[in-house]
């Protein structure tokens, strides 16, 4: 098999040895003579598999004991959906900061459901900075932003000290680094960057801020339903939730989100320098809010694309064409991508300096 | 590995040729050195994938050349939420069939968005049986029914005629036998019977039909938005796609639907013949009702359960308990389960008979 360094926004690069397992659990799970995809979600070894997973999203973040945590289908933008209708009191209102694409969407849905205030935005240099030092209304109902921007490349540092509940989509950077929970009232993620396969999302919340509304929900809408049902209301996305399982396995084995931040931290310290060191590239986004786990990045001379391309490409580089909307270059650094691809790329970027600089 | 006949309710038995080429994808994706958990979802590989996946879903049931497919995810229950949305107009009403646990939810997400009307029932007899020769009004915006009862174990064997659009919850039987398409506004199913694993949903609908209510949609409810992105509105879930395309290329080459139709016949024919000779069980539903996918059975004194149970157990069948809400026995026969099984679990029967009849 040949070896390709998979630079993909999402869904992106896992570990091969979850690879490895997931495929052994599509022929014969666990020795039953059954595949993981032909077992009832309601058998006993699915449910050890879904509790199992949902004591590792909050073992890996710390997750204070009380916190809940619920995988469903339909992906962080369902998310977007969901929020308004179980934060947002009838006649209420939500604060929203936006660094994005996905941010703009999550805005979208909450004005659906009441007042949206948007109190803080990057949209004015297409989204390549994170907002600082904004004001959070005390009278909404919660804060709703986005950690790291999986398009313009940008993360924040340092999370907003908000006076109202704070939700947070962590789709692009959760278990990158550590996070201190008990500061969310709900942080939810699409699985298919750090986590696992795309399929499942999770959400991982206070049940104490949760049903607090009035509004009348829909079971399929309602998030308190979810965690009371242990996210069996319905047929759960077995698969992508073991595959997440086993992801999650091996970060622990790895040395937990702890050690993921300083391999991240190598990583992206090793692309940015020799991004800031070639003068033929240039960074897209403020220098003190890159994310560590998109890095985004243009030749000067556009016109070199095609023979850049060509070099990275034969290198067996993969992926690090920018969004459509942006242009350029992004190389998603995420958990499971070795530091050796990094510098593959590097080596790229180096050589195409030297004989076009 | 052991060789078990595995009569889960859902999710289900697939091919096993499907299981070999799904865990072979998950280790090296056509060749590409990467997995197919791995590749982004707008990589023209998958795209191939997702145009394959619903150019089958019409091809395999002979739907009209405008219908529309869509994957998403969130399962049948996410249907439920969104059909009363996407085809109720405000202050408008719906009819429904209720034959059980899953057209009752349904039912109940209805009313959230308005006047739902319930034209026919069997909850009187436990839904033991198909209500026939109900009058659907003109004056309601659609009609919605559930061609199989997965937990009950009764079938439609012929659809209501109806003066409105109708909608179709096949979850549990789609693909086992030919329908008429263009007599449905839409069909919708989870995967995780006869097409693939959990985690996605398909829905098959005429566009003619869609987008006609006035309401105001949240671009996530909305089925035309899913149809007019191709399902790339927001990330499918990837590999449960890839699954049901897997499996209905399988259908494919095992002769589509008529064939199908046959196969089921055959086995049904064989357990409920079984159930009928022997005296010592008794079939739980109106005979002219009855399921060729979920049969439902129960021992005449019921006291004999436990030795029953261990003689199957010993025989490597799984998944014949019956649904905690009904009890006794359910054998579901879905298009990937071998006639060798059905007749595994009638030796079984047969020989319970002969020494405990």
């Known amino acids: 098999m040949k070896k390709v360094h998979n630079y993909s926004a999402g869904p992106c690069i896992l570990p091969r040895e979850v690879f490895e397992k997931a495929a052994q659990a599509v022929l014969d799970f666990e020795g039953s003579g059954l595949s993981i995809l032909e077992i009832s979600h309601r058998s006993k070894p699915f449910e050890a598999v879904m509790t199992k997973a949902q004591a590792l999203v909050k073992e890996l973040l710390g997750a ?197 931040e300083q391999r991240n931290a190598a990583k992206a310290k090793l692309l940015y320098d020799a991004i800031d060191r070639l003068p033929i590239f240039k960074g897209t986004t403020a220098v003190e809010d890159r994310s560590m786990m998109n890095a985004t990045f243009v030749l000067n001379d556009a016109s070199l694309e095609p023979a850049f391309d060509a070099l990275w490409k034969e290198a067996n580089i993969s992926g690090i064409r920018g969004h459509r909307s942006v242009g350029g270059y992004r190389a998603s650094m995420y958990n499971a991508l070795p530091i050796e691809s990094v510098q593959a790329l590097v080596d790229v970027m180096e050589h195409f300096a030297t004989t076009h600089g």
Chains 1, 2 share one sequence.
């Not at 939730?241 to 992801?247: D, G, H, K, N, P």
């Open 64 to 260: 204070p004991d009380h916190y809940q945590v619920v995988f469903l289908g339909g992906g962080a933008s369902m998310g977007f959906h969901m929020i308004p209708q179980n934060y947002m009191k009838p006649g209420g209102k939500a604060a929203y900061a936006n660094t994005g694409e996905w941010a703009t969407r999550a805005i979208k849905e909450s004005k659906m459901f009441g007042d949206t205030v948007v109190v803080a935005s990057s949209e004015d240099k297409n989204f390549s900075y994170i907002p600082k030092g904004f004001d959070i209304p005390g009278d909404v109902d919660y804060f709703h932003f986005t950690s790291n921007n999986t398009i313009f490349g940008t993360q924040y540092k340092q999370f907003p000290k908000s006076p109202v509940p704070v939700i947070c989509d962590m789709s692009s950077d959760i278990f990158s680094r550590p996070v201190n929970v008990a500061d969310f009232a709900l942080i939810y993620a699409g699985a298919q960057k750090n986590m696992g396969p795309a399929g499942a999302t999770v959400y991982l919340m206070d049940p104490e801020k949760l049903g607090k509304t009035g509004r009348k929900l829909s079971p399929m809408m309602d998030l308190k339903n979810h965690a009371d049902k242990e996210s069996m209301y319905n047929t759960p996305p077995v698969y992508a939730v073991y595959v997440s399982m086993l992801t999650m396995e091996w970060m622990k084995r790895m040395g937990g989100v702890a050690a993921m």
